[in-house]
Nanobody, 124 residues
Framework: QVQLAESGGGLVLAGGSLRLSCAAS????????MGWFRQAPGKEREFVAT????????TYADSVKGRFTISRDSAKNTVSLQMNSLKPEDTAVYYC?????????????????WGQGTQVTVSS
């Protein structure tokens, strides 16, 4: 069992930045690939970014590539999402997820554990 807790969401103006964090507890964090997903009102949850268990590989959605950066700190059992140049269309609830495996994974159905989410609102 892995427990995940997101933090760092909030309200920001377009063009601004936010840094989301996800704290993991319960199992050996370094055995888990991690992902960030988001869900806007009335839309399906979508992939944002993923990082491998040891942090040597990352993958991003085209819509955030070059603006968002995923990273992990195994000493602190956290994964972060640095979001720059935010746009109103980035407004969503952001979720972190964990999968007990080594690679990077885009499909949300790949993940075993999910956090409760944190709201990000980007105003124009």
């Amino acid at each position: 069992q892995v427990q995940l807790a997101e933090s760092g969401g909030g309200l920001v103006l377009a063009g601004g930045s936010l840094r989301l964090s996800c704290a993991a507890s319960g199992r050996t964090f370094s055995n888990y690939a991690m992902g960030w997903f988001r869900q806007a009102p009335g839309k399906e949850r979508e992939f944002v970014a993923t990082i491998s268990a040891i942090g040597d590989s990352t993958t991003y959605a085209d819509s955030v590539k070059g603006r968002f950066t995923i990273s992990r700190d195994s000493a602190k059992n956290t994964v972060s999402l640095q979001m720059n140049s935010l746009k109103p269309e980035d407004t969503a609830v952001y979720y972190c997820a964990a999968k007990r495996s080594w690679g990077t994974y885009k499909p949300l159905t790949s993940y075993d554990y999910w956090g409760q989410g944190t709201q990000v609102t980007v105003s124009s």
